[in-house]
């Protein structure tokens, strides 16, 4: 591991983007000093300059130099969840360049918690801007292997084992005011709202959760996201397989090929078959394992993978993991 660091941080100080292992999900890393590395990011991912991406840092301290104001909120939120899955979106300090934060005046830090993310992290000394290591609107990548095949082995990768959680981090955006704080959770993930408020009750701050955020404080939500390479098609209520087939056939004929810049994933012809995914009733190992049986159905000869969705799914637990299937999907019955 020790040289595969070093090779690591090589490309990084040369300005080259690299495969870093999270728990949460793989990233493509460059570090936030170096433009080139940042604009890399963007064209090997065919991403819009619109979403903006996430540091990483290694420490509080670290934190601190990428925000122009670091709050008793930023810092409960800090010692309680990180190292770990959350993401905070906060004022951004000069350090950050606008190609980071699509133009915007927030910037959205995390401290993973992935050993060899740290470890990379201190080699370095400097953050890491890394968005998930996938093609714009495609599946997130949650082992190395995922990575090298996304980008055609053109990427060096830091292999650091199948990620834990499997989803992405959750996005907070943190507004500290002189009377209390506001929070929205921008992206749900493996911290729940619940676990904050329980946090935050144990300190004299008022907070209040707010659901509804202007669309241009939270560029990166399309509707259609982490789509795998055959067609996902969510089904909610019981229908019988020829009966579902006639109207997948028939949704597909009506609906668009592109929705909010993301391309539709659609068959070639009339599905005659379809595969079923099913994950665990647990949700956290069924969140650890969707992405990559998305990529296993959607690699062989399938035509398309239909999910049922039931009263298992149901609850804040599960919530995080159903809205990526929920978006990972081209139709939903
Ligand atoms: O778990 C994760 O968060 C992974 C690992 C690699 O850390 N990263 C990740 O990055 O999922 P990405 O770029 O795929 O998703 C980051 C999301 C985007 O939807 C982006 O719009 C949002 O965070 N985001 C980043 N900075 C923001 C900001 N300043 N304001 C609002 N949203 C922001
Ligand atoms: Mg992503």
């Known amino acids: 591991m020790k040289r595969d660091i070093q090779q690591a941080k090589y490309l990084l100080d040369s300005g080259e983007v690299v495969g870093m292992p999270t728990e949460t999900v793989y990233g493509l890393a460059a570090r936030i000093d170096m433009p080139e590395g940042i604009k890399k990011i963007f064209?090997?991912?065919?991403?819009?300059?619109?979403?903006?991406?996430?540091?990483?840092?290694?420490?509080?301290?670290?934190?601190?130099?990428?925000?122009?104001?670091?709050?008793?909120?930023?810092?409960?939120?800090a010692q309680s969840f990180w190292p770990g899955p959350l993401t905070m979106i906060l004022p951004k300090g000069d350090r950050v360049n606008e190609m980071i934060t699509s133009g915007l005046d927030s910037v959205g830090i995390r401290m993973p918690s992935h050993p060899a993310a740290l470890e990379l992290?201190?080699?370095?000394?400097?953050?890491?801007?890394?968005?998930?290591?996938?093609?714009?609107?495609?599946?997130?990548?949650?082992?190395?292997?995922?990575?090298?095949?996304?980008?055609?082995?053109?990427?060096?990768?830091?292999?650091?084992?199948?990620?834990?959680?499997?989803?992405?981090?959750?996005?907070l955006l943190v507004k500290e005011k002189q009377n209390g704080v506001m929070l929205s959770i921008l992206r749900k993930g493996h911290v729940l709202q619940s676990d904050i408020q329980k946090v935050l009750s144990q300190y004299s701050v008022p907070f209040e959760f707010v659901d509804k955020v202007d669309k241009k404080e939270s560029p990166g939500h399309m509707k259609h996201h982490y789509m795998p390479e055959i067609p996902l098609i969510v089904v909610n209520h019981q229908m019988h397989p020829t009966d579902l087939m006639q109207q997948i056939n028939k949704r597909?004929?009506?609906?668009?090929?592109?929705?909010?810049?993301?391309?539709?994933?659609?068959?070639?012809?009339?599905?005659?078959d379809f595969t079923v995914l099913s994950l665990s009733e647990d949700p956290l190992i069924a969140s650890r394992e969707f992405y990559s049986q998305l990529r296993k159905l959607g690699s062989g000869k399938n035509q398309c993978i239909v999910f049922y969705k039931t009263s298992v799914h149901q609850g804040e637990r599960w919530d995080s993991l159903m809205d990526r299937m929920n978006k990972a999907a081209s139709l939903i019955f």
């Open 43 to 77: 064209s090997t991912k065919e991403r819009p300059f619109f979403d903006p991406l996430i540091v990483h840092v290694s420490s509080i301290e670290q934190a601190k130099t990428v925000t122009a104001y670091w709050g008793s909120v930023a810092q409960i939120l």
């Open 121 to 171: 992290l201190n080699a370095v000394g400097t953050p890491l801007a890394a968005p998930s290591a996938n093609k714009f609107g495609k599946t997130s990548p949650t082992s190395a292997e995922h990575v090298k095949s996304e980008f055609n082995n053109q990427v060096f990768v830091l292999d650091g084992g199948a990620c834990e959680v499997g989803i992405e981090s959750t996005v």
């Open 252 to 272: 597909f004929r009506e609906i668009p090929d592109v929705v909010e810049e993301v391309k539709i994933i659609k068959p070639n012809e009339q599905i005659t």
